[in-house]
């Protein structure tokens, strides 16, 4: 019956976590969207300010002088804001992709949710026996610290399990 409730109430911390992640995922798809256009119509501008001074550059019908002038037109410090914002925007679309790729938000909804489950499991596990013989070793040892630990602080707690 323990097991039970403590299998149930694992199931349940993580039905839930999939179902906020699922919805939160597609709640932000407009703003991520909306980023990554951003990005894509500034670099737009800027690839076209670049074929500008391309052709500048090979004009034949300009002197050196005129060629400089008009680059500087081009090349001006607004120019220069437009670039930094790019990568800026380039940087934050690429640390949430990344986020993505790795399940990040996944992971720290779990973390957040895992208090919860600690709550209701705890009493759970403190009270089943083990197999000493069938079971992970290192598990049995990180489960017996739990049990009879009253500081449970990081710095001590056994991690070979994981």
Same mark, same amino acid.
């Given at each position: 019956?323990?097991?039970?409730?403590?299998?149930?109430?694992?199931?349940?911390?993580?039905?839930?976590?999939?179902?906020?992640?699922?919805?939160?995922?597609?709640?932000?798809?407009?703003?991520?969207?909306?980023?990554?256009?951003?990005?894509?119509?500034?670099?737009?501008?800027?690839?076209?300010?670049?074929?500008?001074? @391309? #052709?500048?550059?090979?004009?034949?019908? $300009?002197? +050196?002088? =005129?060629?400089?002038?008009?680059? *500087?037109?081009?090349? /001006? &410090?607004?120019?220069?804001?437009?670039?930094?914002?790019?990568?800026?925007?380039?940087?934050?679309?690429?640390?949430?992709?990344?986020?993505?790729?790795?399940?990040?938000?996944?992971?720290?909804?779990?973390?957040?949710?895992?208090?919860?489950?600690?709550?209701?499991?705890?009493?759970?596990?403190?009270?089943?026996?083990?197999? @000493? #013989?069938?079971?992970?070793?290192?598990? $049995?040892? +990180?489960? =017996?610290?739990?049990?009879?630990? *009253?500081?449970?602080? /990081? &710095?001590?707690?056994?991690?070979?399990?994981?």
């Amino acid at each position: 019956m323990l097991i039970d409730k403590f299998i149930q109430a694992s199931q349940s911390i993580l039905n839930t976590s999939e179902r906020e992640h699922r919805e939160n995922f597609f709640n932000s798809r407009k703003k991520r969207s909306k980023r990554i256009l951003d990005v894509s119509n500034n670099v737009s501008t800027q690839i076209t300010d670049f074929n500008k001074a @391309k #052709e500048i550059i090979f004009s034949s019908d $300009l002197d +050196a002088e =005129e060629k400089i002038l008009k680059l *500087k037109s081009i090349f /001006t &410090e607004e120019f220069s804001d437009k670039t930094k914002k790019i990568q800026k925007q380039l940087t934050k679309v690429a640390s949430e992709t990344n986020g993505i790729i790795k399940n990040s938000d996944y992971y720290k909804m779990l973390e957040n949710k895992s208090i919860r489950l600690q709550n209701r499991a705890s009493d759970v596990l403190k009270n089943i026996c083990f197999d @000493k #013989e069938s079971s992970n070793k290192e598990l $049995l040892s +990180a489960i =017996e610290y739990f049990k009879t630990s *009253k500081n449970l602080s /990081t &710095e001590k707690s056994p991690v070979e399990f994981l």
